[in-house]
């Protein structure tokens, strides 16, 4: 399974961006995806993740901004991210679960500067 994330950019403070995370086979099989990211010279941080019963959760630093959510026919998972902040400045990685083995692809960087 090959997981490719897109959807990064240069936005100023206040705007958006939508992320998506596309998977070469279905997403059905995974009971976990998400969103990390990793700033420079700063640890991976999680971000966002939802089950496969559909449910959610964020960390605490983008409750309330970004939504995570997926479209299982297209085999994606999406980052919604809102009301951006310099502080959101990384490179966003997607990740996937099937049991105890993860998935990973490869990053897309957003950068949020005036």
């Known amino acids: 399974v090959q997981l490719q994330a897109s959807g990064g950019g240069l936005v100023q403070p206040g705007g958006s961006l939508r992320l998506s995370c596309a998977a070469s086979?279905?997403?059905?099989?995974?009971?976990?995806m998400g969103w990390y990211r990793q700033a420079p010279g700063k640890q991976r941080e999680f971000v966002a993740r939802?089950?496969?019963?559909?449910?959610?959760n964020y960390a605490d630093s983008v409750e309330g901004r970004f939504t995570i959510s997926r479209d299982i026919r297209k085999s994606t998972v999406y980052l919604q991210m809102n009301s951006l902040k310099p502080e959101d400045t990384a490179v966003y990685y997607c990740?996937?679960?099937?049991?105890?083995?993860?998935?990973r692809g490869q990053g897309t960087q957003v950068t949020v500067s005036s």
């Open positions: 086979g279905s997403i059905f099989s995974f009971h976990l």
């Open positions: 990740n996937a679960f099937k049991g105890t083995v993860e998935y």
């Open positions: 939802i089950y496969g019963g559909g449910s959610t």
